[in-house]
């Protein structure tokens, strides 16, 4: 294959498959996702070699080494320099490629997620518990779908300069049905997005009236939802910001994957001083922002490096006309802070492709074969990383299906032994475990998963297992136990205090 080939697979694999990539074999799309985002770092380094890339990969090997729990938050700094790399070398020579590309892809999700909504695909929504059709699309959430398209609109105001009619159907059929899918996946960030975008992309003020006049009417027809999903990333805020009190979380950082517990135990701290705010409680399974999460994961001296690293190696050279140039920007900012580009592998590539039209590398890459042979072998190994926690991820569905809809409880419990042999995501497999043994009616077996449970994840539902666990295996102390730290990490919870005064 030609260097151009390889790296038109690479955008392909990035741009399209990543984010059309869906199954109901996992649990989650994140194992998956980050399977699909693996397997084109081979490709990244082969066509675009990088000693940067290559060591990229290597010390995340090494860091998974010590956390193999995480790959993906790993994945996703140890591959950025790979995939960013290849990204920049495409818009480099074949900028109008990346920008049909970008269309298609708007318009193949926006479809998607609306034949979704209309009961024609089957997507699961059902775990959000909502009264209307939730427009989830190939991505599993709707803040991720908002997100992805909020990144990847300002592309597709862009024209070429030899565009033919029909380029300028595509680029009005994706525009159209990107702001239509925005809408009616009810994001708050989406919807002050379209303002945003609307206000700097359209050339005149009558073009963009009706738009912005549109987000403002849907701002304010949801004025209390607003208002309530911005006093909860205040709670977010403040709710981190007891890691500001630890001079090792500041020097070190907690580590990727280390997020949920910290939280858990950090949101406790804050209730028992603030109940007025328990009405926030909640669990992120990050802290909806980035600005928050790379230091909080990595350490500030580490964070405060690596940025010098990139304005040290990176020069601004954006190949973008200004108005979506600005809007780009814009909707980077949004995301960033609205819900973070690390909430999935598919924000993660659109905003590595920003970034590739943004900027580039102040010294011109050597070029070597034996180069990219160096940096494919740690890429390999990220495909294979990624296929085992894709594995482990079947078999934590299968488990959980096996357990709450065939009512086979003995495979069940052969599933989720399968999948905790991997060390990926301990804490809702142990959590499962216990369960299934409850069920089983080995309550002592159930008690020591679960306590394990509790070390990854001290989630109020991990502890009132363990206390069911704890009273039918006849420990009533160890019972009261588990009671009280789940009183702790979810304060007045009610079923707590009864379980409590048995």
Known sequence: MSRRAVLRAAALVLLLVLPLAYTKLTVDLS??????????LPLCVWAAPSAVAGAGLALGLGVLALRPDVPWEVLLVAGAPGAWGALRALVETELAFVLRLVRRVVIAESVL??????GLLPFETGAFHLPYAVLVGTLGNPNHLAAFLLLLLPLVAVSEPDARRRDHIERALAAG????????????????GIGVLAALLLPRVAFALPLVALALVATASAAGGVWRAFEGRVYLLEVHARALREPATLALGIGPGAHPARFLGWQAEHLAAHPEDLGFWTFPE??????????????????VLALLLLLRRLAWDPMLPPRPRRAALASAALVALGAGGAISPVTWAALLLLAALSFRPRAPASSSRP????????????????AAD????????????????L?????????????LRFPSDRGRRLHLRGRISIEAGRPAEAAASLAEATRFLPHPIVWKALAVAQASAGRPEAARDAARAWLRYRPNDREAAAFLSR
């Open 31 to 40: 194992p998956q996702k980050a399977l699909v985002a693996a397997i084109a």
């Open 113 to 118: 997620a609306l034949a979704g909504a209309a």
């Open 177 to 192: 049905l990107g702001v239509l899918t925005l809408l009616l996946t009810r994001s708050h960030m989406a919807v002050i």
């Open 286 to 303: 990050h802290p909806h922002a980035d600005l928050v999460q790379l230091p909080l994961t990595w350490g500030l001296p580490a964070t």
């Open 371 to 386: 180069r990219a042979r160096l940096a494919l072998a740690p890429a390999l190994a990220w495909v294979a990383v990624t």
């Open 390 to 405: 894709a594995l482990a991820a079947f078999h934590h569905r299968e488990a959980t299906r096996h357990a709450a809809v």
């Open 407 to 419: 009512h086979d409880l003995a495979a069940a419990g052969a599933h989720i032994d399968a999948a």
